[in-house]
T-cell receptor
Framework: NAGVMQNPRHLVRRRGQEARLRCSPMKGHSHVYWYRQLPEEGLKFMVYLQKENIIDESGMPKERFSAEFPKEGPSILRIQQVVRGDSAAYFC???????????????FGQGTRLTVV | AQSVTQLDSQVPVFEEAPVELRCNYSSSVSVYLFWYVQYPNQGLQLLLKYLSGSTLVKGINGFEAEFNKSQTSFHLRKPSVHISDTAEYFCAVSSGTYKYIFGTGTRLKVLA
């Protein structure tokens, strides 16, 4: 049973380009969470999605960032017109149920390291 | 608002020595506490968690942590470390929602 798969592992983009980060949850998991880790900071919640629904995007920057989790295929975090400040590690986690249910464990991917040059 | 502080960004320790990684949190409500480990080139893995009950929590790989409500701490300990414990360790807190708050991480480097 493969774990949470994120790709690419490393992504380099020039300022103004688009970045697309993919997350394939574990088999049987329908809840996906994206986190961002800026240099010298802890992981910060960005968005929580279930299949075809955005449940909570309160941690997403208001502009240029979007996320989706379609019925088929991986979850995508999309960053348009990237800037240097978007350079960070982006982690995806998945769970079988809503993590607010006690004892529901979320499994994390290896992360995508985005570098904007 | 909740926050987590991991004061030590790096902790070097010799093999077979004990180690303590510190974690302090602040919250106005009851919390659940977690430690995650990230080995090189891998995702975060849950080490242990405190939900309720006994304040001493045992996790995988010989790690344990003690919840101290008065000190608002949840320090991670291991009596004897191995080279394979070299990794980054993250403390996290949740008030029962999916919005976990993570600390900045502590890099544990075990020296031969």
């Amino acid at each position: 049973n493969a774990g949470v798969m994120q790709n690419p592992r490393h992504l380099v983009r020039r300022r103004g380009q688009e970045a697309r980060l993919r997350c394939s949850p574990m088999k049987g998991h329908s809840h996906v969470y994206w986190y961002r880790q800026l240099p010298e900071e802890g992981l910060k919640f960005m968005v929580y999605l279930q299949k075809e629904n955005i449940i909570d995007e309160s941690g997403m920057p208001k502009e240029r960032f979007s996320a989706e989790f379609p019925k088929e295929g991986p979850s995508i975090l999309r960053i348009q017109q990237v800037v240097r400040g978007d350079s960070a590690a982006y982690f995806c986690a998945s769970s079988r149920r809503d993590r607010s249910i006690v004892n529901t464990e979320a499994f994390f991917g290896q992360g995508t390291r985005l570098t904007v040059v | 608002a909740q926050s987590v502080t991991q004061l030590d960004s790096q902790v070097p320790v010799f093999e077979e020595a004990p180690v303590e990684l510190r974690c302090n949190y602040s919250s106005s409500v009851s919390v659940y506490l977690f430690w995650y480990v990230q080995y090189p080139n891998q995702g975060l893995q849950l080490l242990l968690k405190y939900l309720s009950g006994s304040t001493l929590v045992k996790g995988i790989n010989g790690f344990e942590a003690e919840f101290n409500k008065s000190q608002t701490s949840f320090h991670l300990r291991k009596p004897s470390v191995h080279i394979s414990d070299t990794a980054e360790y993250f403390c996290a807190v949740s008030s029962g929602t999916y919005k976990y708050i993570f600390g900045t991480g502590t890099r544990l480097k075990v020296l031969a």
